[in-house]
DNA sequence: AGGTTTTTTAACCTAGTGGTTCCATAACCG
DNA sequence: CGGTTATGGAACCACTAGGTTAAAAAACCT
């Protein structure tokens, strides 16, 4: 029934701080305090955060002494690109005005 | 900082019922109780995630007589897709070698 | 060893989610 | 009108999520 990652995926995209915090690692590895620091938020929080994050596999942390680098990883991002992308065809149909006359011709039938 | 209709778009992903339920959709309009009928599940839990759909935009709902049709709308899949596409280089690059080349480098100055 | 920095853990709170069952609504069909 | 079908709503329950504060760990620096 389609399950699996993906679940922990997309809830973990679901969050505006978590995406806000991808953004951030997209242009570079940075540390806890680091990812905290922008946000009005405790720090305990964002290590939160952060292991959700870990768990959905959208990030991976190393040890630099007492730091706890964090860096953004491709594989969970390209799988729930992967899953919208078969929806790609549907959207881009529409656009081109395809769905728009399919309504055209069932008001068309209704009168 | 990112808010917005991602949050709930992401959200109602997360669930593999109701993407089981959109990738229904895909191939064409359904009832409710068609949408319910594959689900080992009461049909007000599918009623529920069907309004979760609707809230995020994923889906639009009709009339036919007692029947509420859905559909699926391509907005919210496309937005979503559209943030994930900004990811896309990253994750490329690195299945090009890019990230591992980087490595290489980084152990190479650790010894 | 003692103190500082960085991060995690624990305990707690509130609110939301996903499911249930039972009932209400609405539109159809005799 | 009365019954049936299709769907939404209300009340409830267990569990999870996102936040807090306070304390514990772990690795550094004299």
Not at 7 to 35: K, N, Q, W
Request: charged share 30%; net charge negative; with cysteine.
């Amino acid at each position: 029934m389609t399950a699996g990652p993906l679940d922990a995926t997309f809830a973990a995209l679901a969050d505006p701080t978590r995406r806000a915090i991808l953004a951030r690692l997209h242009s570079g590895e940075a540390t806890v305090s680091e990812l905290a620091a922008p946000f009005a938020m405790s720090q305990p929080a964002i290590s939160k955060h952060l292991k959700v994050l870990e768990r959905a596999g959208l990030i991976s942390r190393g040890r630099d002494a007492q730091r706890r680098p964090c860096r953004l990883e491709p594989g969970a991002l390209k799988e729930a690109a992967g899953w919208l992308e078969t929806y790609r065809a549907f959207w881009e149909d529409r656009f081109q005005g395809l769905d728009d006359l399919l309504d055209e011709l069932k008001e068309a039938d209704d009168e």
